[in-house]
């Protein structure tokens, strides 16, 4: 007998071994095996096992890591197509999918029952939103309630942070059915589950994005928090996106996934608009229509002043201090140090073909694209107003905050970031001291959305909810920073946080109270995402964005792969680069758009010399051209990683 293995090595071929005598009929398809490579002994998993080899000499397996197949033949079919959409072969696939996450431990139970796939596929994508989080969540436990009625669901959220408050309320509902999965627990831990799940004592996982592949055999139901999310793009190889990889698995098992936010992702509702998707109906019984959240948003254009604060923001922080309410400051964690920005007239230098920021590069004098060659003189006027006090876009938080000390001494404040939350219990002190009614003003970054469900299930603290009713003020201090990254989704991710930030905000049902306030900062209120965001009317601006995404070829009409050649020596590097353009070139012609090489934002990272090359290509092409780009062979010493659909380029 050969068992066909798959070797978690850069190569794109499967290796035959030998089955020795001692091991036949404890081998099959799906477990992990020891195999001599090389000089060394490799771990490997067996894909298939035939009769017999067209070869005459072969390898004996050496032995066996686990006594069972722990990967499902459904699974290892997910995996093949993972390693084909994106370009990465499949031993290191299902390596990172699987032996990553699990080790093994002593105590296994054989599987009762064989992997499961049904014949009526009826696999389906359906859309949860326009409701806050809170909601979400419940409408989760009604749709798991049903599909757990004829099979087993797949629940997954963006963080492990989320995982620790829900899985106290889904076993509450469905008992100890339930378990978990993610980074945050031992590699024991996470065997024992995946066995579980293997020997059909679990029907639902809660977990990050490695939960997708937990091994159920009558999946019904892959539920999605948060779809717009950026960890649900994993960034190692394979780089796959958590929900194109569920929407794999969900044609493999005829189940159906369900994309729950706040506001869907621009790709989504694309899809909902052509059809490919269907809308979910929420509790109030409407399926399209939304209900825009009932704030007040004022747009505060700062125009020329050097002021960090605006009046108006001064006044309605005042106003908040006066009827004891706490307002929120909002900062963006990330500034790109090397874009430069216009305070005068609020713009940064664009490239004309891709519609971006131009990122500075200092010492040859140079603003260049970071998608494709457009390159031009630095110069030290700004070209829209010839202001000569451009600065970089960025925004530190530590000096925002001196300045809100000097503004407004009396305050007392709190900072929420990644440093002041690291733990379970800096969250929980943070909520507890704004409860017990310490705090006049939060300003935090990104961090402030692991504070929203903690405010938001605080009926469950010693202390009254009343307090969060309090919070009545989100200020969004500088929109510029998110508005004017190198991104072609800038200004759909700056209208998603809006959004998922004011969900902290106070929603009474109470006609005599006042509303609740979004306050956004800009220098340039005539940003055409202004018109629509002061409505919070996000179709209306999807529907405008989408037409800009089709004049310049972003997603979703075309697919983006991102070719980055990597490696220790740069003109090594360099010359890899020039060879696969030149590869790219010949074998496409004009039929893709072929951006650069160019030097990424990170041009030395993790000790090695990058150069990046950018594809736009037709959806439909999307096989056609993986397969090429897979049987390419770099040289000069130097590596490549493929990232299909990007979410960002690093
Ligand atoms: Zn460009
Ligand atoms: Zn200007």
Not at 43 to 56: A, C, H, L, P, R
Not at 573 to 601: H, W
């Amino acid at each position: 007998m050969i068992a066909e293995v798959a070797l978690p090595i850069p190569v794109r071929k499967l290796f035959s071994y030998r089955i020795p005598k001692e091991l036949e009929n404890k081998i099959s398809a799906g477990q992990r095996v020891l195999i001599p490579f090389g000089n060394r002994k490799e771990k490997g998993y067996v894909v298939s096992i035939n009769e017999t080899t067209g070869q005459s000499y072969l390898k004996d397996i050496s032995g066996v890591v686990d006594d069972i197949p722990i990967i499902t033949t459904e699974l290892l079919k997910l995996a093949e197509i993972i390693s084909n959409n994106y370009v990465c072969s499949l031993g290191e696939t299902l390596d990172s999918i699987f032996s990553v996450n699990i080790n093994k431990t002593d105590t296994i139970l054989p599987p009762e029952q064989m992997t499961f796939i049904p014949k009526h596929n009826k696999p389906g994508i359906f859309l949860l939103t326009n409701l806050p989080r809170k909601e979400r969540m419940e409408m989760y436990i009604n749709l798991l309630s049903e599909s757990l009625k004829n099979g087993e669901c797949i629940l997954l959220v963006p963080e492990i942070f989320f995982i620790t408050d829900f899985i106290k309320r889904l076993s509450d509902v469905f008992g100890n059915v339930v378990n978990i999965f993610h980074s945050g627990i031992t590699p024991k831990q996470r065997y024992i589950n995946w066995i579980d799940t293997l020997n059909n004592k679990m029907k639902i996982t809660l977990g990050t994005r490695m939960a997708l592949f937990m091994p159920f055999g009558k999946l019904k139901t892959i539920i999605i928090e948060d779809e717009t999310d950026q960890s649900y793009k994993n960034q190692q190889k394979p780089m796959y996106n958590t929900i194109d990889a569920a929407m794999e698995r969900s044609k493999l098992t005829g189940s159906v996934v369900i994309l729950g936010s706040r506001i869907p992702s621009l790709e989504s509702y694309y899809y909902y608009k052509t059809k490919k998707y269907r809308m979910i109906k929420n509790k109030y019984g409407s399926k399209d229509s939304f209900e825009k959240p009932e704030f007040n948003v004022k747009i505060i254009d700062l125009k020329e002043t050097k002021t960090v604060f605006s009046n108006e923001l001064k006044t309605e922080i005042e106003q908040r201090l006066a009827k004891n309410e706490i307002s929120v400051i909002f900062l963006n964690r990330k500034g790109y140090v090397n874009v430069l920005f216009c305070p005068t007239c609020g713009t940064t230098r664009k490239c004309p073909e891709c519609g971006i920021s131009l990122v500075y590069h200092e010492k040859e004098s140079l603003l260049k694209c970071r998608y494709c060659s457009f390159t031009e003189k630095f110069s030290e006027a700004c070209p829209t107003c010839g202001s000569k006090n451009l600065r970089f876009l960025s925004s530190g938080i530590e000096k925002i905050e001196d300045e809100i000390k000097r503004v407004f001494p009396h305050l007392r404040v709190m900072r929420i970031d990644s440093s002041t939350l690291k733990t379970e219990k800096d969250i929980h002190q943070s909520v507890e001291e704004i409860a017990s009614d310490r705090i006049d003003l939060l300003i935090g970054t990104q961090s402030l959305l692991q504070l929203e469900p903690k405010i938001n299930s605080a009926d469950k603290l010693d202390n009254p909810a009343d307090i969060f009713r309090k919070i009545t003020l989100l200020s969004i201090l500088d929109v510029d920073t998110l508005l004017h990254l190198p991104d072609f989704r800038s200004a759909e991710r700056a209208f998603q946080l809006v959004y998922k930030l004011s969900d902290i905000l106070n929603k009474s049902d109470n006609p005599a109270d006042k509303k609740s306030t979004i306050l956004i900062q800009t220098r340039n209120s005539d940003h055409y995402i202004f018109n629509t965001l002061k409505k919070l009317d996000w179709k209306k601006f999807y529907n405008s964005e989408l037409v800009h995404r089709k004049e310049l070829g972003y997603p979703p009409f075309n697919r983006l792969i991102n070719i980055v050649v990597h490696g220790r020596n740069k003109n090594n590097v360099l010359n890899e680069a020039q060879k696969m353009s030149g590869f790219l070139q010949e074998t496409f012609k004009d039929r893709i758009t072929i951006l650069g090489p160019v030097e990424p934002y990170h041009i030395k990272l993790r000790s090695e010399y990058r150069q990046q090359i950018l594809l736009k290509i037709d959806p439909g092409r999307t096989e056609e051209v993986g397969a090429k780009l897979g049987a390419y062979k770099p040289e000069h010493n130097a590596r490549i990683t493929f990232d299909v659909n990007p979410y960002e380029l690093v």
